[in-house]
């Protein structure tokens, strides 16, 4: 059964303080993984897709990277707008649509 | 600027009622979804079209949920007779399988609270 889990359910930072959110998945045959933002009251909102290890994005102060088992979402020197519940989501061979972890809530303070 | 809607943002309804949410996929997305959200289950599957027929309906209750396509514009769920345990936020998402990214682009959700 394909699975993600996310870490840690929630962060605190400073602005200015980088750090990294992590999504272990378990999949068979990964077709895509993805990485969401969602803002209080409003529906989720795409950042990246990554297809294979070792593959890498970058988005503004973001960076997501890939390997055969988790992914990491970097956050260089973030801002407080940076604050949100950051999804990730996996796409299996035998899958028809998209499983989330539960999210990281982000809080960066000022 | 393109993006999927929702109808009705929040509802308010009584046990045993019926409830149906409505969605507008981004105009010649072939893919539409149906997400469920509660701080418990975090999101979930409910229902997935492609080309408007249903391909995968599995996470739904089938005794009391319903999703349909009447057409490529629209996307309904229906929920007969709700429960208190549906109270959760409905994300509608639509998609086209073959762009770069295979992205989903979410719909503001509708909030439901079933009394």
């Known amino acids: 059964e394909d699975q993600v889990t996310q870490s840690p359910e929630a962060l605190r930072l400073q602005e200015g303080e980088s750090s990294s959110l992590n999504c272990s998945y378990t999949?068979?045959?990964?077709?895509?993984l993805f990485w969401y933002r969602q803002d209080p009251g409003k529906g989720p909102e795409f950042l990246f897709t990554?297809?294979?290890a070792g593959e890498e994005k970058e988005k503004e102060r973001l960076k997501a990277t890939l390997t055969k088992k988790e992914s990491f979402l970097h956050i260089t020197a973030p801002k407080p707008e940076d604050s949100a519940t950051y999804l990730c989501?996996?796409?299996?061979?035998?899958?028809?649509?998209?499983?989330f972890g539960k999210g990281t809530t982000l809080s960066v303070s000022s | 600027d393109a993006r999927v809607t929702q109808t009705p943002r929040h509802k308010v309804t009584e046990m045993g009622q019926e409830v149906t949410m409505r969605c507008q996929p981004i105009?010649?997305?072939?893919?539409v979804f149906w997400y469920r959200q509660t701080m418990m289950q975090g999101l979930e599957l409910l229902a997935y079209?492609?080309?408007?027929?249903?391909?995968?309906d599995s996470g739904m209750p089938k005794d009391r949920f319903s999703a349909e396509m009447p057409d490529a514009t629209l996307a309904t769920l229906k929920i007969q007779p709700s429960e208190p345990r549906d109270s959760a936020v409905y994300f509608c998402?639509?998609?086209?399988?073959?762009?770069?990214?295979?992205?989903?682009?979410f719909g503001p959700g509708t909030r439901l609270t079933v009394l």
């Open positions: 079209f492609r080309n408007r027929a249903p391909l995968d």
């Open positions: 998402a639509s998609g086209l399988p073959l762009s770069g990214d295979n992205e989903q682009f």
């Open positions: 990554l297809y294979s």
């Open positions: 105009l010649g997305h072939n893919t």
């Open positions: 999949v068979s045959g990964l077709r895509g």
């Open positions: 989501a996996v796409l299996g061979q035998a899958g028809t649509a998209l499983i």
